[in-house]
Each structure stands twice: as structure tokens, then as C-alpha cells.
């Protein structure tokens, strides 16, 4: 019987949104009170793994553990001045680095950054480098970890994924104490506008950003808590709701992350 | 039923390490002689390195490949060293051996007798790697055991693991079953239970084919051989069958395993 939930992730789990609406991981917090939320926006499983690390030996049949998969390039980079900022430098510098267009890179503290880059770019660059091949298949290893732990620990483990493609596992491992979910967070953000706002020249993800939490709307947020629910209880898992929301444009709002 | 064999790891697989000076078989060349035979085990490289080859070549595998995995030394980094510093003595291997992170005082440390030149130019950078992925490092002996599982559930394919230190492991032995196997005595171990006196601190100057005697290698292949065949006899390796290690030729800093 599960007694303790604890969640990792980026901003589809960080509690800090402003509270327009309830969130899958308050009503699960409701029912499991000893629930701990580590999301954070913007940050990579490598962030997240941390902690994670820090409390395998301690997990075991009373644990429920969620993960939130999100981009396997997020690197957790080695940055002391970043402060509060720490996601969006480290986003930032692997955009720097690496030149991958899928990262923002919206921040305050630009001028502090490129006194960072200035001497560490090269040292950055000869990280990525050096762990190139640990990076790209770092999600495929870190469920690989989250499989063995639910087999070892006798704990449960429910994965969602940003984006389906950085799943190995996929479905295929799927049963009474491991789960990953067979639809990507990024589309699900993408297919709950309606049709005709999906399809106009100015869609954009981020228009939204303030308009609803953690990406999604109440509706989604409800079937997430029953995606859980349905993994712990043995119920059907739903699918995540689709043409449901008409956007709010406004084009100066600023990315998901 | 197997036909490939799909070797990885450091010194205890390597074919090439020192060859011509053993007659005997040696626990790999028993399997080639069942299995079509594939072995990229390399000398002082650790699992960072072995993980690239492996990557490479795990999506072909299925119910009749067998992989074998030396999982060594986790902090075994194969940084990248520029043309420039290489030479006879000096290559990417021997960087491996004679750099190390020192995980108490967060420095990196070089032996005296690698490029110093290297190090001066170098050792800022190598030391921002070891900042960055430290926690990743210390781990990865965790994942990629765990990438090995997941990998014998989805291609059916069967992996034998050999840890060079035991207490790397997470899975250990609570996993095993006919396609997954995590030997539960480390090689390190082994190598040292073969000595009646290994001494204290133990070290050996290489006199052995991949650190095992003949006896110890046919008792490594037969345990993977009966893996294979579902044969549950698992045999005993040979304790006790040496005197004890060889004094090394000179005096040196390199690590007593590679």
C-alpha cells in the first residue's frame, strides 16, 4: 500500500505556478499527504537523478515515485554563479555549446552569464564532448535505472515522458510496479487546443504560458491524477484529453520550458 | 539457442594484452571456438569507453547473441588527448591510468610520469568534466548495469557481467535468471583468492593472462558456458593454487588493475 509519493521533473511538475486551478499533484498530495515534489522548471533528469540517488536504498513497497522525463540534453552543468537561475544558465549554455535550437534561453542575469561564458565556454564544451555518447543515451540508462529500481525496491514507478521518442523502454516493460505512458507531455500540451487553433499560422505553445498551469489545462491536470491513480488502484489509465481548449493569443508571453 | 558471443571490458578480455607470452587458452578464446566471436575488450579502459562500442551494436542483438561485460572501474574516463601529446608511450590508454579524479579533495591528479605539459594545458578542463558529471560517474556503474537488464528483457538476448569490484553493483546477484547474470564474486577477488600470500597491499606485475591463471579461465568460461546451456552447476573458482605475486620490475604509481 503506498504511503509516500515523490516527484521529479521540470516545469510539468514545479509547484511554484500560480494556483489558477488544482494540479494533478495537489489532488495527489490530497490523497497521499506525505507527497514531495521536486519539479523544477526548466531542469533535465540529470538534475533530477540527484536527488533520486540520494534515496534509492530508501525506497521500497510504500513508494510511489514519479518521473518526468524531460529533455535527455538538459545538462546540469557545473555552475556555481547561476544562483536562482541555475535551469535557465544551464539551458543556455548547452544552447551555446552545442547549438541546439530546441532549448530556450530567456533569462535575467545575461550580462553575469557571458562573464561565465567568457571562461568557461571551451571547459563546457570539452564536458559535452567528452560525455557525448552518455548524453544521448542518457534516458534510455536513466529508465533502465528506474526499471531495475521498481524490481529491486519493490517500489512503484510511474514515467512520463516530454517527448515518447527518448524512451527506449517505450511500453514495452510495462506492468504492476513500472509504468511509462504511451503519450508525450509535448503533445499533449499541443493536442488539447482545438483544431482550428492548432492549425493557425500563429500557434504557439508558449502563448499560454499564463493562462494555465504547468502547461495543461484543469482537464488534463485531472486525467494526469487519474493516469496515476489508475497505475496504483489497477484501473483503466485514460488518455489525455484532446481539442478541449480555444488559446489566448498574446506573442510577447514566453516559451514552455 | 546462442550463435554470436559479444565481448566487452578491460584487461581481464582484452585478446591482445600481452598475448605472447601465455601458451594457454584463456576463457574468450574457448568461446570463440563455439560462437561466431566478436571482442572489443581493451586493455586499462573502463566502462565510459566500452558503453561506446556497446551502443553501437545492441539493436542487432537478439535471442541468439550472447554478451559478455567486463563492468570495470566506473571512474575510468577516457578523456580525449590531442595528437600532439601522443607518442610510443603515451596514448589515451595510459592518460586513463595515469589521471584520476580525487573525489575527497575534488581535484584531478596526474601521475609525474604522463606529459606534464599536458596536464598544465589540460587538467582545468578535465577537472570541469569531473565537476559537472561527478554524480553521473559515481553512478554510472548503476545504469549501465540496468541499461544491460532492460536490454536482456527487450531483445531477448542473454548477458553475463563480471564486476571487477562487487560493490559496484546495485543489481548484484537479485536479478539473475536465464538471460541475466551478474557474477557474485568480483575479478578483482578472484585474481587475489588465486595467491596463498597476495600480500598487503596487494599488487602484481602482470604475470598472468588477464590477471587469472589457466585454471581461472577455464572456470570462467565454463560459467558462462553453463549460463548458456541452463546448466544450474555453477563451478567454484580455484582459491589458493599460487604462492604469491611476482615482485614488479621497477617501482611505479600506475594502478595495480587495468
Given at each position: 500500500?503506498i504511503?509516500?509519493?515523490?516527484?521529479?521533473?521540470d516545469?510539468?511538475?514545479?509547484?511554484q505556478w500560480?494556483?489558477i486551478?488544482?494540479?494533478?499533484?495537489?489532488?495527489?498530495?490530497?490523497?497521499?499527504p506525505?507527497?514531495v515534489?521536486?519539479?523544477?522548471?526548466?531542469?533535465?533528469?540529470?538534475y533530477?537523478?540527484?536527488?533520486f540517488?540520494?534515496?534509492?536504498f530508501?525506497y521500497?513497497?510504500?513508494?510511489?515515485?514519479?518521473?518526468?522525463m524531460?529533455?535527455?540534453?538538459r545538462?546540469?552543468?557545473?555552475?556555481?554563479?547561476a544562483e536562482?537561475?541555475?535551469?535557465q544558465?544551464n539551458?543556455k549554455v548547452?544552447?551555446?555549446?552545442?547549438?541546439d535550437?530546441?532549448i530556450?534561453?530567456?533569462?535575467q542575469?545575461?550580462?553575469?552569464?557571458d562573464?561565465?561564458?567568457?571562461?568557461n565556454?571551451d571547459?563546457a564544451?570539452?564536458a559535452?564532448?567528452i560525455f557525448?555518447?552518455?548524453?544521448v543515451?542518457?534516458?534510455?540508462?536513466?529508465?533502465?535505472?528506474?526499471?531495475?529500481?521498481?524490481?529491486?525496491q519493490?517500489?512503484?514507478?510511474?514515467?512520463?515522458y516530454?517527448?515518447?521518442e527518448?524512451?527506449y523502454?517505450?511500453?514495452?516493460?510495462?506492468?504492476?510496479?513500472?509504468?511509462?505512458?504511451?503519450e508525450?507531455l509535448a503533445?499533449?500540451v499541443?493536442?488539447?487546443?482545438?483544431?482550428?487553433e492548432?492549425l493557425?499560422?500563429d500557434f504557439?505553445?508558449?502563448?499560454?504560458?499564463?493562462?494555465k498551469v504547468?502547461?495543461?489545462?484543469?482537464?488534463?491536470?485531472?486525467?494526469?491524477?487519474k493516469?496515476?491513480?489508475?497505475?496504483i488502484d489497477?484501473?483503466?489509465i485514460?488518455?489525455?484529453l484532446k481539442?478541449v481548449?480555444?488559446?489566448?493569443?498574446?506573442?510577447?508571453?514566453?516559451?514552455y520550458? | 539457442m546462442?550463435?554470436?558471443?559479444w565481448i566487452?571490458?578491460?584487461s581481464y578480455?582484452d585478446?591482445?594484452?600481452?598475448k605472447?607470452?601465455?601458451?594457454?587458452?584463456?576463457?574468450?578464446e574457448m568461446?570463440?571456438?563455439?560462437?561466431?566471436?566478436k571482442n572489443f575488450?581493451?586493455?586499462?579502459?573502463?566502462?565510459?569507453y566500452?558503453?561506446?562500442?556497446?551502443?553501437r551494436?545492441?539493436?542487432?542483438?537478439?535471442?541468439?547473441?550472447?554478451?559478455?561485460?567486463?563492468l570495470?572501474?566506473k571512474?575510468?574516463?577516457?578523456f580525449?588527448l590531442p595528437d600532439k601529446f601522443?607518442?610510443r608511450?603515451?596514448?589515451?590508454?595510459?592518460?586513463?591510468?595515469?589521471?584520476?579524479?580525487?573525489?575527497k579533495?575534488q581535484e584531478m591528479?596526474?601521475?609525474?610520469?604522463f606529459d606534464p605539459?599536458?596536464y598544465?594545458s589540460?587538467?582545468?578542463h578535465?577537472?570541469?568534466?569531473?565537476?559537472?558529471f561527478e554524480?553521473e560517474?559515481?553512478n554510472s556503474n548503476?545504469?549501465n548495469?540496468s541499461?544491460?537488464?532492460?536490454?536482456?528483457?527487450i531483445?531477448?538476448?542473454?548477458?553475463?557481467?563480471?564486476?571487477?569490484?562487487?560493490?559496484?553493483?546495485?543489481?548484484?546477484?537479485?536479478?539473475?535468471?536465464n538471460?541475466?547474470?551478474?557474477?557474485?564474486?568480483?575479478?578483482?577477488?578472484?585474481?587475489?583468492?588465486e595467491?596463498?600470500?597476495?600480500?598487503e597491499?596487494f599488487?602484481e606485475?602482470?604475470?598472468?593472462?588477464?590477471h587469472?591463471?589457466e585454471?581461472?579461465h577455464?572456470?570462467?568460461y565454463?560459467?558462462?558456458?553453463?549460463f548458456?546451456?541452463?546448466?544450474?552447476?555453477?563451478?567454484?573458482f580455484?582459491?589458493?593454487?599460487?604462492?604469491k605475486p611476482?615482485?614488479?620490475?621497477?617501482?611505479s604509481?600506475?594502478?595495480?588493475?587495468d
Amino acid at each position: 500500500m503506498i504511503k509516500r509519493v515523490t516527484i521529479h521533473g521540470d516545469s510539468f511538475a514545479e509547484p511554484q505556478w500560480e494556483n489558477i486551478h488544482p494540479t494533478w499533484y495537489g489532488r495527489l498530495k490530497d490523497r497521499w499527504p506525505e507527497t514531495v515534489n521536486y519539479g523544477k522548471s526548466g531542469s533535465g533528469p540529470m538534475y533530477s537523478f540527484k536527488k533520486f540517488y540520494e534515496n534509492l536504498f530508501n525506497y521500497n513497497y510504500e513508494d510511489l515515485i514519479i518521473f518526468i522525463m524531460s529533455g535527455g540534453s538538459r545538462i546540469n552543468f557545473n555552475i556555481k554563479e547561476a544562483e536562482d537561475e541555475m535551469h535557465q544558465w544551464n539551458n543556455k549554455v548547452m544552447l551555446d555549446v552545442t547549438g541546439d535550437p530546441y532549448i530556450g534561453d530567456d533569462f535575467q542575469s545575461k550580462s553575469k552569464y557571458d562573464d561565465w561564458m567568457k571562461i568557461n565556454k571551451d571547459r563546457a564544451r570539452f564536458a559535452v564532448d567528452i560525455f557525448h555518447d552518455e548524453i544521448v543515451y542518457g534516458n534510455w540508462k536513466y529508465e533502465s535505472l528506474l526499471y531495475a529500481a521498481s524490481r529491486i525496491q519493490k517500489c512503484k514507478i510511474f514515467v512520463w515522458y516530454l517527448e515518447m521518442e527518448e524512451s527506449y523502454i517505450q511500453t514495452s516493460l510495462n506492468d504492476d510496479h513500472f509504468y511509462v505512458h504511451d503519450e508525450g507531455l509535448a503533445d499533449a500540451v499541443e493536442n488539447e487546443y482545438v483544431e482550428e487553433e492548432r492549425l493557425h499560422e500563429d500557434f504557439s505553445l508558449s502563448h499560454d504560458l499564463h493562462y494555465k498551469v504547468n502547461h495543461l489545462t484543469e482537464a488534463n491536470h485531472e486525467v494526469m491524477y487519474k493516469q496515476v491513480t489508475g497505475f496504483i488502484d489497477g484501473r483503466e489509465i485514460p488518455k489525455f484529453l484532446k481539442n478541449v481548449y480555444r488559446g489566448t493569443y498574446n506573442k510577447d508571453e514566453f516559451i514552455y520550458d | 539457442m546462442t550463435k554470436r558471443v559479444w565481448i566487452f571490458g578491460d584487461s581481464y578480455a582484452d585478446p591482445n594484452w600481452d598475448k605472447e607470452s601465455f601458451e594457454h587458452k584463456t576463457w574468450y578464446e574457448m568461446l570463440a571456438k563455439q560462437y561466431e566471436y566478436k571482442n572489443f575488450a581493451m586493455v586499462g579502459t573502463g566502462p565510459h569507453y566500452s558503453m561506446k562500442e556497446f551502443y553501437r551494436r545492441y539493436k542487432q542483438f537478439n535471442e541468439e547473441d550472447l554478451v559478455v561485460w567486463i563492468l570495470s572501474g566506473k571512474d575510468r574516463i577516457q578523456f580525449h588527448l590531442p595528437d600532439k601529446f601522443r607518442n610510443r608511450h603515451k596514448d589515451p590508454i595510459q592518460l586513463v591510468h595515469d589521471s584520476y579524479w580525487d573525489f575527497k579533495t575534488q581535484e584531478m591528479k596526474c601521475n609525474a610520469i604522463f606529459d606534464p605539459s599536458f596536464y598544465q594545458s589540460h587538467k582545468g578542463h578535465m577537472s570541469y568534466v569531473m565537476k559537472t558529471f561527478e554524480r553521473e560517474v559515481i553512478n554510472s556503474n548503476k545504469k549501465n548495469e540496468s541499461f544491460l537488464y532492460t536490454i536482456s528483457r527487450i531483445h531477448k538476448c542473454k548477458i553475463y557481467i563480471f564486476f571487477l569490484r562487487y560493490d559496484d553493483s546495485y543489481i548484484k546477484d537479485s536479478l539473475n535468471d536465464n538471460l541475466f547474470y551478474i557474477c557474485p564474486i568480483s575479478l578483482q577477488q578472484i585474481s587475489i583468492n588465486e595467491y596463498r600470500n597476495p600480500g598487503e597491499p596487494f599488487y602484481e606485475d602482470n604475470k598472468r593472462n588477464n590477471h587469472l591463471s589457466e585454471e581461472n579461465h577455464k572456470v570462467m568460461y565454463e560459467r558462462i558456458h553453463n549460463f548458456v546451456q541452463g546448466i544450474r552447476t555453477v563451478p567454484e573458482f580455484k582459491q589458493n593454487i599460487l604462492d604469491k605475486p611476482d615482485k614488479p620490475d621497477h617501482k611505479s604509481e600506475r594502478f595495480i588493475y587495468d
